[in-house]
């Protein structure tokens, strides 16, 4: 568990060394395709594999799903677009891929723990400071 939480962090925070070749392979693709619906299908055949070894590969070697990465990209994505204190926080989860802004304030508290609002409001706070 505790190689997995220190996994999740070195994902979110973008500095996971990637020794598999599959799997450096598909992150490229998810990183190059993140503000596009993205199938676990699409990204399976893509390294020419099939989707369960692509999510044991993921779990195995990331500590974590497939879905859940891409959602931690669009995430992170969206955070870059969240310094623009006057950009609308459904412009951001469309600019980020996700197709439901909701959905994107939902996962965004989930894994932030602030909405994408709160957040934007801090960063505007800290640069006024």
Not at 35 to 44: F, G, Q, V
Not at 112 to 125: A, C, D, F, R
């Amino acid at each position: 568990k505790i190689v997995q939480s220190q996994t999740l962090k070195g994902v979110t925070e973008g500095n996971v060394r990637i020794t598999n070749l599959s799997l450096l392979q598909v992150v490229t693709f998810i990183r190059e395709n993140i503000t596009n619906k993205i199938e676990l299908k699409t990204i399976a055949k893509n390294a020419g594999l099939s989707t369960s070894t692509l999510y044991r590969l993921f779990k195995n070697e990331m500590g974590i799903s497939p879905v859940e990465f891409i959602i931690l990209e669009k995430i992170k994505l969206a955070k870059r677009y969240l310094t623009n204190k006057d950009i609308y926080i459904k412009n951001v989860s469309y600019e980020a891929g996700f197709e439901d802004s909701n959905y994107f304030i939902r996962m965004f508290k989930h894994y932030e723990g602030i909405t994408p609002k709160q957040y934007q409001q801090l960063l505007h706070k800290k640069q006024l400071n």
